[in-house]
T-cell receptor, first 112, second 115 residues
Framework: AQSVSQHNHHVILSEAASLELGCNYS??????LFWYVQYPGQHLQLLLK??????LVKGIKGFEAEFIKSKFSFNLRKPSVQWSDTAEYFC??????????FGAGTRLFVKA | GAVVSQHPSRVICKSGTSVKIECRSL??????MFWYRQFPKQSLMLMAT?????????EQGVEKDKFLINHASLTLSTLTVTSAHPEDSSFYIC???????????FGPGTRLTVL
């Protein structure tokens, strides 16, 4: 069955530290990839997406993600986190067609 | 950007009653809307996909007679939880997609509490 795995459920970082959140999926066909963020008390917002082309995609607020097809991965990175990045991050994979599967989420807490 | 609203944001009801949740795309026409359920500290679980004017497609394990979905127009989809029970208490989130795009825009969610 198709699945999306996020390796870290909780991450605690100090401000200015670098961030990398892992995401792997299991599906052999064409995929579209997303990272969503949910700030405390707010709804899901799109951080970045990959449909095709350059596998390194840049999103809002300094986030980027790299699609490595051979590894079925789409890891999220940010070189220097801020306290305001405290949120829950969801990796999502859209399979051929409209069905989208979400990872379990990673809660990031950034210490000021 | 595309905005999706949900109403109500919170609802508390008695066991056995039915609750209707609305999902609206405010500034675009949503050919497809999705309903998710999110349990505490867990991810979003897709419940059903609805296309305007046709019956919803439910995911395995989701009772279609309990969770009635109507997508009557390109800007409105409703989820009715019928004969609600405490185990139906959850956070329900809708999303909408426009045309052939795979990108979904999410509503703010509805917190349902069944007493």
């Amino acid at each position: 069955a198709q699945s999306v795995s996020q390796h870290n459920h909780h991450v605690i970082l100090s401000e200015a530290a670098s961030l990398e959140l892992g995401c792997n999926y299991s599906y052999g066909g064409t995929v579209n990839l997303f990272w969503y963020v949910q700030y405390p008390g707010q709804h899901l917002q799109l951080l970045l997406k990959y449909f095709s082309g350059d596998p390194l995609v840049k999103g809002i607020k300094g986030f980027e993600a790299e699609f490595i097809k051979s590894k079925f991965s789409f890891n999220l990175r940010k070189p220097s986190v801020q306290w305001s990045d405290t949120a829950e991050y969801f990796c999502a994979v859209n399979l051929e067609g409209f069905k989208t599967i979400f990872g379990a989420g990673t809660r990031l807490f950034v210490k000021a | 950007g595309a905005v999706v609203s949900q109403h109500p944001s919170r609802v508390i009801c008695k066991s056995g009653t039915s609750v209707k949740i609305e999902c609206r795309s405010l500034d675009f026409q949503a050919t497809t809307m999705f309903w998710y359920r999110q349990f505490p500290k867990q991810s979003l679980m897709l419940m059903a996909t609805s296309n305007e004017g046709s019956k919803a497609t439910y995911e395995q394990g989701v009772e279609k007679d309990k969770f009635l979905i109507n997508h009557a127009s390109l800007t409105l989809s409703t989820l009715t939880v019928t004969s609600a029970h405490p185990e139906d208490s959850s956070f329900y989130i809708c999303s909408a997609a426009q045309g052939s795009t795979r990108e979904q825009f999410f509503g703010p969610g509805t917190r349902l509490t069944v007493l």
